[in-house]
C-alpha cells in the first residue's frame, strides 16, 4: 500500500516509518523537519520511501502528497501543551486547520488513522474514562487536537486513537514526556521533584503505538469511524508509583513537593477495554521502558537535540 505519514520524522514517525517500510509498504514522509530531519535519514537510500519537505498548511503540498495515498497517517502537529503554549497560534493552525487541509485533498476511499490523545479528557476525578467519557480539555493541545478529532469523525472513513503519554526511545527523543523526564532527571541529574505525586496517569511505549497503526490496516474493517483509547489497563500508574520504579533500579534523590501544577490537570484511570475486544494489546511495561531509557541515557548524552522547546 502507498502510505502518507504527516508528520513522519517525529517521535512516533521514526518508529513508524521504518516498520511500515519493513512491512512492504511504499512510505511518503510530509513534514517540514521542525525538529531536523536526522530521524529518517537511514530510509532515503529506500527506493520505497519518499521525503517530501513541506507544511501541512500548504493546500498545494497537500494535494500533491494525498493524491495518490492508499491510507493517510496524520501526526503532524505541535505535540504537547509546552509546545503549544510557545506559540498557541501556530498550535491551532496546525492542528486544526492542518488537519482540516488533510481531510479536504483526500476522498472517503483513502482514510485517515489520527493520532488523537487521552489529553482530550482533560480534568476528571475520580473517574475510568471510556471512550463515551465527555471530553473536557483544559489545554490548547487538549482542545485543538479535540476539535480536529471531531472533525474527522464528522468526515468519516477514519480511526482516531486517543494515545495515552508515550514513552521509550526515538531517533527525535522527547524528554518532554513524564516517563522519559522522570528517567533522565534520575540519570542525569541524580534528582527528582515530584509534585501532585498520587496523580494517575497511563502510559504507552511508543513502538507499542507503532503496532498499533499496523493492526489498524489489518483491521480497518472493523476500526472504521470508531475512536479507541489505546494503553493498557496494566499501564495506569500514579506519579508516585512510576518515581519509586526507577528508584528501585538506580539511586537518586527523590523529593515530594507541595507546589508546581500540571497545566492539563491529568490525573485519571483509563480503560482499554474497547481495543483490547479486538484483539489489540500492548508488549512493552513500564518497567521494560524504564530499563531501556536507563541503558540509553547512561551511555548516550542525549539532550533532547531536536527539540525547540
Ligand atoms: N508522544 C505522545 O505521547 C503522544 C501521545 C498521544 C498522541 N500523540 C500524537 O501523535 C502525533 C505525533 O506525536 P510525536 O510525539 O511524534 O510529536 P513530534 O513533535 O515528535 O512530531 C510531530 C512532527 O510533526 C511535524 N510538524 C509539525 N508541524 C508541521 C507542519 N506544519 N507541517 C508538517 N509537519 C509538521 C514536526 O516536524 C514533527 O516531526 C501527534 O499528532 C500527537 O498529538 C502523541
Redesign the pocket.
Known sequence: MKILV????????SNLVPKLLASGHKVRV??????NGYSLLPYFGDENFEFVK????DADVVRKCTHDADIII??????GYP?CKKDPNLAKD?NVF?TRLVDKHRSKSQPVFY?????NYGALVGDICTEETPLNPLTIYGTT?TEAEQMLLDSGSVVCYR????FGLSP?M?LD?LINDFVYQAVKKRNLILYEKTYKRTFVH?RD?VRCFLFTIENYDKMENQVYNVGSNQLNYSKEEVALLIKEKIDFYLHFADIGKDEDQRNYEVSYEKISKLGFETSITVDQGIDELIRAYELIDIKNPFSNI
Open positions: 504527516t508528520g513522519g520524522a517525529g517521535y512516533v514517525g510530509l513534514d517540514n523537519l521542525m525538529y513541506g507544511d501541512v498548511l496524520h501526526l503532524a502537529a505541535i505535540v509546545a496546525v492542518g493520532a488523537s490523545t487521552g489529553s487536537k494515545f495515552a503519554t508515550a527525535r522527547r514526556l511508543v503505538m
